[in-house]
C-alpha cells in the first residue's frame, strides 16, 4: 500500500515538490486529518477547513520562513502547522505542553508571530517590509493572511492606509469568507459582495488606497490561488489577492452549522459532529455565558432604555436571545472594540444604558476609549466580561487576567465579581441601576458551580464563613468565582486551629470601606483573585488598608505577572497556589510570622442573605 499524500510531506520543500495532480488528494487528506484531530482535542476547526487550499498555495508559491507569512489572529494556522512539520504533534493540539492551538515561535521558524488577536496582522507586515527596506536586506516577500472579519477592525484599515503608500512588496491575502464568528457586517461586507459579484462600484477599496487588486479568486481552486498568489509575488508594489473560501469545507456538520460553521468546537464524535455525551441527560450546571443572557433578556423586557453592543461574537457572549427579541437594540460592530466603547459612550450620551460584552482579553485592546470617552464623561456603560481569569486551551492571549489591574485605574469604574449565578443576576440588576458612571461585571468560562449563600450581609460585603469558637485571625477576601476555593481553604485551616472569616466583597473595586474595617479586625488578610497579582484586587485593598492606617497585613494571591500557556484551568490555577490546599498553606505560612495580638471573638450578627 502506498503512503498517503499527506504522509509524504515533512515540509514546505516537498509540498513544492508535489505533482500539480496530486494537490486535491492532499487538500482531501488535510481535511480529513483536521476533523479526526481537533474533534478529539477540541479547537478551532471550522476556520481551518476553510483555508486548507490557501495554505497549499502559499507554502508552494513562498519560501516560508525566508518569505515571512504572518497570520491574522492565527486559529487558522492549523493547516500552515501540518504542512511545516508538526503533523505529527497533533495529538497533543491545546494539551499542557503540547502543541499550540495559536503561531507560536518557540514551536517552530515558520511561526514568526504569534499572533492571537485580529486585525494586527497588515501592521505587523508593514513593519517587517519596513524594516528590510531599512536595513537593505536581500530581496523577500511579507505576506499577510487576513479574513473579512478582521478588516472590519480600525487597526486594519491604519496599516492599509499606511501600506498603500509605501510601495513596499507586501502581499495582503484576503481570506473572504463572508463572517469572523457571525457574518461580517457593514459597509466592508455590501463592498465584499459586490467584488464577489463582480460589480464593484468603481475600483475597489484597496485600489483607491494604493495597493493593487488581484481577484476575486475561488480559495478552493488550488490552480488559480497558485497562480495569484505568484503573480502578487512579482509585483514591486503592496498587492491585495482576494480569496473567497467556504468556513467548514469538506465537513458536513461545519458547512451547515447554523451558529459558526464550527468556528471553535469542544470534543466531537467525527460522525456526526456532536458531542459525544449529547442527549445523555447527564444535567450540568448552567453556564455563566448562558445565565448572563437570559438576564439581560428578563431586564431588557423590562427597561427599553437597555441595549447591547459586541465586537463580532454575538452568540459566544450569550446576546443571541436578547438579539433575537430586540433586533433593533443589539449592535454588532465587528471586529470593533474600540469603536464598540465609544459609541457606547454615544448612546449613554443619548439616554440610553449600553451594555458592551466582551471576552475579558479583548477589553485590552480598548482602554484608552473607556477611560477617555466613557469614564471622563462619567457616562452609565456596563461592560460585561465573559471569559474573565485563566480560560486555558488557548493560551495566553486568552487568558482574561489583566481586566481588574486595567480597570482598578479608571476613575469612576465599578467591578463586580460574581461568585455564583444567583448573584451574576443580582450584580448585573445592580451595574445597570448605576448612572454616575461606568460599571463592569467580570465572570470566568465555562459551568457554573453551586449556590453559596452568604451567612450574612455588612454594608455590602457577603460575609460567607466564621470559624467557631476561634479568634479572628485571618480574612480571606475571595474574588468572583474563586469564593469556593476560598471556603475549601477556610475548613483545611480550621482542622489547624486558625480561626478563618471568608467574605465576598461582589463589588470588588474600588474597595469598600467595610472591607477595610474587616480587615482591621484580624490579624492576617489575604486576596484570592484569578487576575494577575500587579495592581489586582489584593494589590487595591492593600493600598486602601494603608490610607486608612490599617496595621494588618495584607497578602494577595493570584497570577503572575507573566504569559500563560495553554491548559486546563484547574491545572493552571494549581499551578499558581489557587487551590484550597495551596491556599491553605500560603496561609498557615504567613499565619506562623505573625505575632500573636488580641483579636475579638465574633463578628456583629447581621440578616442572612
Known amino acids: 500500500m502506498s503512503p498517503s499524500v499527506l504522509g509524504r510531506i515533512t515540509g514546505p520543500r516537498e509540498l513544492k515538490e508535489l505533482p500539480a495532480e496530486e494537490l486535491p488528494e492532499l487538500a482531501r487528506e488535510i481535511r480529513e486529518f483536521l476533523v479526526d484531530k481537533v474533534c478529539a482535542s477540541g479547537g478551532h476547526l471550522g476556520p481551518n477547513l476553510g483555508v486548507v487550499e490557501l495554505t497549499i498555495a502559499l507554502h508552494r508559491v513562498f519560501d516560508s520562513p525566508t518569505d515571512r507569512i504572518v497570520f491574522d489572529t492565527g486559529h487558522q494556522s492549523y493547516v500552515h502547522k501540518i504542512l511545516t512539520g508538526r503533523r505529527s504533534a497533533f495529538d497533543t493540539l491545546r494539551a499542557p505542553g503540547g502543541l499550540s492551538g495559536y503561531p507560536l515561535r518557540e514551536e517552530s521558524p515558520h511561526d514568526l508571530v504569534e499572533n492571537s488577536h485580529a486585525s494586527t496582522a497588515l501592521s505587523w507586515a508593514d513593519g ?354 474563586l469564593a469556593g476555593t476560598a471556603l475549601g481553604a477556610a475548613e483545611l485551616l480550621a482542622e489547624a486551629g486558625v480561626g478563618v472569616t471568608v467574605v465576598d466583597p461582589r463589588w470588588v473595586l474600588p474597595v469598600a470601606p467595610a472591607l477595610t474595617h474587616l480587615v482591621s479586625r484580624h490579624r492576617l488578610a489575604l486576596c484570592v483573585e484569578d487576575g494577575v497579582r500587579a495592581g489586582g484586587v489584593g494589590a487595591a485593598l492593600a493600598l486602601a488598608c494603608a490610607d486608612a492606617r490599617v496595621r494588618t497585613p495584607v497578602h494577595a494571591l493570584g497570577l503572575p505577572r507573566a504569559f500563560l500557556r495553554h491548559g486546563a484551568r484547574p491545572d493552571i490555577l494549581a499551578e499558581h497556589g489557587l487551590t484550597a490546599r495551596s491556599v491553605a498553606d500560603t496561609v498557615l505560612a504567613l499565619h506562623g510570622a505573625v505575632s500573636p495580638a488580641p483579636a475579638p471573638a465574633s463578628l456583629p450578627e447581621r440578616t442572612p442573605r
Open 128 to 481: 517587517l517590509a519596513r524594516a528590510d527596506r531599512l536595513r537593505g536586506a536581500p530581496r523577500r516577500r511579507t505576506v499577510a493572511v487576513v479574513g473579512d472579519g478582521a478588516l472590519t477592525g480600525g487597526m486594519a484599515w491604519e496599516a492599509l492606509n499606511n501600506l498603500g503608500r509605501g510601495g513596499r512588496p507586501v502581499v495582503v491575502v484576503l481570506n473572504d469568507n463572508g463572517r469572523s464568528y457571525d457574518p461580517t457586517v457593514g459597509a466592508l461586507a455590501e463592498h465584499l459582495t459586490a467584488l464577489r459579484a463582480g460589480r464593484p462600484p468603481g475600483p475597489s477599496l484597496f485600489e483607491t488606497l494604493g495597493l493593487a487588486y488581484l481577484g476575486p479568486v475561488d480559495g478552493h481552486d488550488l490552480g488559480a490561488v497558485e497562480r495569484a498568489l505568484r503573480l502578487a509575488a512579482e509585483l514591486e508594489q503592496p498587492v491585495v489577492v482576494h480569496c473567497v473560501t467556504e468556513k467548514g469545507r469538506g465537513y458536513l456538520p461545519a458547512e451547515t452549522d447554523p451558529a459558526d460553521r464550527m468556528h471553535g468546537i469542544g470534543v466531537l464524535d467525527p460522525a456526526t459532529g456532536r458531542s459525544p455525551s449529547a442527549g445523555s441527560g447527564s444535567g450540568s450546571a448552567p453556564g455563566w455565558t448562558a445565565v448572563f443572557g437570559a438576564e439581560l433578556e428578563r431586564i431588557g423586557a423590562e427597561r427599553p432604555d437597555v441595549v447591547a453592543l459586541t465586537a463580532a461574537m454575538l452568540r459566544p457572549v450569550g446576546l443571541h436571545g436578547f438579539a433575537r427579541r430586540f433586533p433593533d437594540r443589539v449592535l454588532d460592530v465587528g471586529i470593533a472594540e474600540q469603536h464598540a466603547v465609544t459609541s457606547a459612550a454615544g448612546l449613554a450620551t443619548g439616554g440610553l444604558h449600553p451594555v458592551v460584552c466582551l471576552y475579558a482579553t479583548f477589553l485590552n485592546r480598548a482602554v484608552d476609549q473607556i477611560m477617555m470617552d466613557v469614564a471622563l464623561h462619567g457616562l452609565p456603560v456596563t461592560f460585561v466580561l465573559d471569559r474573565a481569569g485563566v480560560t486555558g486551551p488557548d493560551g495566553p492571549s486568552h487568558h482574561g487576567m489583566w481586566d481588574l489591574a486595567l480597570l482598578g485605574t479608571v476613575p469612576g469604574m465599578r467591578v463586580a465579581a460574581p461568585r455564583d449565578t444567583v448573584r451574576l443576576a443580582e450584580l448585573l440588576g445592580e451595574a445597570l441601576a448605576v448612572q454616575d458612571g461606568p460599571t463592569a461585571l467580570r465572570f470566568p468560562k465555562g459551568g457554573a458551580g453551586p449556590e453559596i449563600a452568604a451567612l450574612t450581609r455588612m454594608e455590602g460585603v457577603d460575609i460567607l464563613h466564621r470559624t467557631r469558637s476561634r479568634p479572628l485571625d485571618v480574612l480571606l477576601v475571595s474574588t468572583g468565582a
